[in-house]
């Protein structure tokens, strides 16, 4: 079976290489930015203003790291396609983030960084 | 469900993709592409993992004494719509629409040139606050982490620049368009790559 597409038809992206599911339109994409330009607002304000009760003592540090998160996986989701291309795509990416995030995390453990009586670390 | 294919001729017309012969189905260069950056997460990994170790200095200025929020927040921004700027080149060649691809490249060119300005200005500032690559622990861990992303920031817009030329001589066609998605993913990966440096260098105390 042949497909032709003519000029201005989106393409189906059933027809793409990888992609299970047809991509978004533009304005899926512009609201995209604009969330992710509204969450890098709130994590600014988050540092700037402290004192406010969302975020304010011990949990500054968890919001702002959500907050990262959020963004990281929304770009990784939408703009690279990863909730439309096939599943093989979302398991190579996320395998080296995850090894990269296990070792890390048991490096910085081993160097005590979480603790409180991290000045050897800081003093070696 | 089975995909339509494209026959020879029809690879020619605009808009159509020809699907890969491959075990995935993906192509080898699509598939290259996420595997480079599954091994970039290592790269940047090993980076952050060393400034969380050093951001401590035991001479010199710290991050808190130097680091400019609103501007870097700014320049993140930029670098933020650099992604949609992106996405809809992409969107743009599936659609066989070059001249806005064109159009939005140049867009995702400019601003990652503004971002990397900001890098250059940012840096000059520390270096006469005080703060050389040698001056600390802190400097290096700082410089190595932010200049390496500033480094690839750079390859993307030369990869940006010649798809630009690419197309304009006319040798992207759309059943090309996944050359474009390829250098995207480039692209969307070092934005998400200063969505981290921005929370855990600048933002996190």
């Known amino acids: 079976m042949s497909t032709t597409i003519s000029q201005h038809d989106p393409v189906p992206t059933e027809v793409l290489d990888g992609a299970v599911a047809p991509y978004s339109r533009d304005k899926t994409y512009v609201f995209t930015a ?20 969302l975020w304010s003592g011990n949990m500054l540090v968890p919001v ?21 291309d096939k599943p093989i795509l979302t398991w190579a990416f996320y395998s080296g ?5 296990g070792v890390y995390v048991m490096m910085l453990t081993m160097f005590r960084l979480w603790y409180g009586d991290s000045a050897s670390v800081r003093s070696s | 469900m089975s995909h339509p294919t494209v026959t020879e001729a029809d690879a020619h017309a605009t808009g159509a993709h020809i699907e890969h012969d491959t075990n995935t189905g993906i192509s080898n260069t699509k598939l290259a592409m996420w ?5 970039e ?4 990994g090993g980076l952050i993992t060393t400034y969380l170790l050093y951001k401590t200095p035991l001479e010199g200025p710290s ?7 609103p501007f870097t927040s700014a320049s993140s921004f930029v670098l933020l719509m650099s992604s949609l700027t992106m996405v809809l080149a992409v969107s743009a060649i599936e659609r066989g629409d070059h001249h806005r691809m064109r159009v939005w490249l140049g867009a995702t060119g400019l601003l990652g040139a503004t971002f990397i300005a900001g890098q250059i200005y940012e840096f000059t500032a520390f270096y006469r606050e005080g703060l050389g690559f040698t001056t600390s622990r802190f400097s290096s861990a700082f410089y190595t982490l932010t200049g390496f992303h500033g480094v690839h920031v750079t390859v993307g817009i030369i990869m940006l620049v010649s798809l630009v030329f690419l197309s304009v001589r006319g040798k992207l066609p759309e059943h090309r368009s996944e050359t474009v998605e390829v250098v995207g ?5 070092v934005d998400v790559v200063w969505i981290l440096i921005f929370g855990i260098v600048y933002l996190i105390p």
Do not use: Q, R
């Open chain 2, 35 to 39: 595997l480079f950056l599954a091994s």
């Open chain 2, 63 to 69: 991050g808190k004494d130097l680091y400019d929020i």
């Open chain 2, 185 to 189: 993913l480039y692209w969307h990966f």
């Open chain 1, 64 to 84: 702002l790291l959500l907050l990262m998160a959020v963004k990281f996986f929304t770009v990784a989701w939408v703009f690279m396609h990863l909730k439309f």
């Open chain 1, 97 to 101: 983030l995850l090894l990269a995030l």
């Open chain 2, 41 to 44: 997460c290592l790269l940047f």
């Open chain 1, 34 to 53: 604009l969330f992710l330009a509204v969450v890098t607002v709130v994590e600014v304000l988050a540092v700037e203003l402290p004192d406010f009760p």
